[in-house]
């Protein structure tokens, strides 16, 4: 095989793996929202640190303190059983676990000593258990220090339940990119012998895949800027509703006799306007709603652009996408030789894909240069023999 043949044809794989890598990461976004993931994963969270034994996930328990009062007002709408809190405070975390706990009264969140004795009441072994009661021996009876080292204990499980929810849906991307690869009959076999005996489908994947190069980023390709800035903004908000939400959850209600002020400000609590928190998280939760509106509608947009760099893929002439009765005569011929070969085309092309868009892209960059450089060698040698 040709040299420049061999490198327009990585050109073309290269290509074909950015543009279905493209479209898996926004089939993942969909499903991510649709099915409300991160809730699941918080639920998980939430489940090992009621659970006495580490290799049993005591579901059961998570369910119920992600349906108590002070947790369940915050859940998102998903699938199934998914209207679940995404995001929790510390504070409330803590108010949901303790609230199940035999002898809670509602006063004893103003108090560090009440809140150790209801921690002592949960289940033996349970991490939440240890955690909290080491808590409010190193607080001292202080309530705003309580406060400050739960926040700081809670940042670093918000970090461990991070990896755990991205390693899943490392997972869940490699199972997509296998879909994507079958539903749309991207055989890496099959194109890399379609561009060989084709030039002319050859000739206009290499064009769309110069033009796709001459991108300085992956952004200039597909630009994910807007959704991106969307989805930063979504997060923030939640994060200062998450505030606010904590902070009028330990803030007394005026005239409550059972969680006054008095009470609540001898043991540490800050003086604190219980009305005033309650317009700020109201103004919070209506920023949060704008903001995942907002977010729904750039992904929508982004996967329209997707979707035009897709379809011109397509009208290059390769043959991606299955032809009348093509998959069930594979299916039926699936022990010979032709069927097996597909299968693998499959398999790499499932792979490739989940390695995801910008590895894609840095290769498609980097083959790009290596042709350029090729040809331009070549034509001073043209040019030289010429002469």
């Given amino acids: 095989m040709d040299f420049f043949v061999a490198l327009d044809i990585l ?10 890598a493209l479209v898996v990461s926004s089939i993942n976004e969909f499903i991510a929202a649709f099915a409300s993931s991160r809730a699941r994963w918080l639920r998980r969270g939430v489940a090992s640190l009621l659970s006495a034994d580490p290799k049993a996930l005591n579901m059961p328990e998570a369910k119920s303190v992600l349906d108590s009062p002070y947790v369940s007002y915050l859940g998102t709408a998903g699938i199934g059983n998914t209207f679940k809190a995404s995001y929790v405070s510390a504070w409330t975390l803590m108010q949901g676990v303790l609230s199940r706990v035999e002898g809670f009264k509602e006063d004893a969140f ?6 150790r004795a209801l921690a002592e009441k949960l289940p033996a072994q349970s991490p939440i258990r240890s955690v909290l009661i080491d808590l409010c021996a190193r607080a001292n009876g202080d309530l705003a220090s309580f406060q400050k080292l739960l926040d700081g204990w809670f940042a670093t499980f918000e970090t461990q339940l991070t990896a755990w929810y991205r390693q899943k849906t490392h997972y869940v991307l490699v199972g997509l990119s296998f879909l994507v690869a079958v539903a749309m009959n991207v055989d890496t ?5 379609q561009l060989s005996a084709d030039p002319k489908v050859r000739n206009a994947v290499v064009e769309e895949a110069m033009k796709a190069a001459d991108k300085k980023t992956i952004e200039g390709y597909i630009d994910f800027t807007p959704r991106d800035k969307a989805r930063d903004a979504f997060e923030t908000a939640s994060s200062v509703f998450k505030t606010a939400e904590a902070a009028l959850a ?12 008095t009470a609540a400000q001898e043991h540490g609590a800050p003086v604190c306007d219980h009305v005033e928190l309650e317009k700020q998280l109201k103004k919070a939760q209506s920023d949060r709603s704008l903001r995942r509106d907002e977010l729904q509608t750039q992904q929508d947009a982004l996967d329209q652009r997707i979707k035009g760099r897709a379809d011109a893929l397509s009208n290059t002439g390769l043959h991606i996408g299955w032809d ?3 998959f069930t005569e594979w299916h039926e011929s699936f022990w010979t030789w032709p069927s097996f070969t597909k299968l693998v085309g499959l398999l790499v092309s499932a792979f490739a894909i989940a390695l995801g868009a910008p590895f894609w892209f840095n290769m498609l960059k980097s083959v790009a240069s290596m042709r350029s450089v090729g040809v331009n ?7 030289g023999k010429a002469k």
């Fill in 250 to 261: 330990n803030c007394p209600k005026p005239g409550d006799k059972t969680t006054s002020g």
């Fill in 324 to 326: 009348k009765n093509e």
């Fill in 189 to 193: 076999v099959g194109i890399v012998r």
């Fill in 11 to 20: 050109l073309g794989l290269s290509l074909v793996y950015l543009v279905f």
């Fill in 377 to 383: 060698a070549g034509e001073k040698k043209d040019e």
């Fill in 110 to 115: 103003a108090r560090v000593g009440e809140i």
